[in-house]
Nanobody, 124 residues
Framework: EVQLVESGGGLVQAGGSLRLTCAAS????????IGWFRQAPGKEREGVSC????????YYSDSVKARVTISRDRTKNEVYLQMSDLKVEDTAVYYC?????????????????WGQGTQVTVSS
């Protein structure tokens, strides 16, 4: 069974940093593209970043692209989203998602599997 579990969220002050982890089980992430999305209260889920099966990173949110880095550890079957200089407007539930395809798209419907999300709250 394909499972994705996010961790690393929490409460942080503005200007702080967090590293989110997406732990995959039931499959190996080697040939999959893994994306990070976020959803703030009352807003649609939006793409933040994605790493393709060839480890090409994509960044979709203009408001965060200069402040996040996506990476993959194949030995641990995990994908990470390093976020720095966090802002209050980054507060959201962050989700990772997986698709068995070599290419990334920042579109919710493109991905087949989703985690339950991890809450990130940034205080002023």
């Amino acid at each position: 069974e394909v499972q994705l579990v996010e961790s690393g969220g929490g409460l942080v002050q503005a200007g702080g940093s967090l590293r989110l982890t997406c732990a995959a089980s039931g499959f190996t992430i080697d040939n999959w593209s893994i994306g990070w999305f976020r959803q703030a209260p009352g807003k649609e889920r939006e793409g933040v970043s994605c790493i393709s099966s060839t480890d090409t990173p994509k960044y979709y949110s203009d408001s965060v692209k200069a402040r996040v880095t996506i990476s993959r550890d194949r030995t641990k079957n995990e994908v990470y989203l390093q976020m720095s200089d966090l802002k209050v407007e980054d507060t959201a539930v962050y989700y990772c998602a997986a698709v068995d395809y070599y290419y990334c798209l920042g579109v919710v419907s493109y991905f087949d599997y989703w985690g339950q999300g991890t809450q990130v709250t940034v205080s002023s």
